[in-house]
């Protein structure tokens, strides 16, 4: 399994990115963590197979995952993004079968200007 995550940059307070994660392989659910400077990687985002989703509480009602299965392809769009959405965000991809396996893509820098 392999994953390409790309779409960070740099956007003002307000504003929107969407981040992508292009997918290789055969997966279960997907998702995306972040890690800003000094913290700890967090969950942002996840979705599974069968489309059901779990979001931080501290992006909820602004970011939303979502799956394209025909491109083999994972989505964060994140509007409303504040300074303290600043971190170097990360998709996952977690594989159950024959066991259970969790893949990283790179990171990509998401930074917000206030």
């Known amino acids: 399994v392999q994953l390409q995550a790309s779409g960070g940059g740099l956007v003002q307070a307000g504003g929107s990115l969407r981040l992508s994660c292009a997918v290789s392989?055969?997966?279960?659910?997907m998702g995306w963590h972040r890690q800003a400077p000094g913290k700890q990687r967090e969950l942002v985002a996840s979705?599974?197979?069968?489309?059901?989703?779990n979001y931080a509480d501290s992006v909820k009602g602004r970011f939303t995952i979502f799956r394209d299965n025909a491109k083999d392809t994972v989505y964060l769009q994140m509007n409303s993004l504040k300074p303290e959405d600043t971190a170097v965000y990360y998709c996952?991809?977690?594989?159950?079968?024959?066991?259970?396996?969790?893949?990283w893509g790179q990171g990509t820098l998401v930074t917000v200007s206030s």
């Open positions: 996952n991809a977690v594989v159950t079968w024959p066991t259970v396996n969790t893949y």
């Open positions: 392989g055969r997966i279960d659910s």
């Open positions: 979705v599974t197979s069968g489309g059901r989703t």
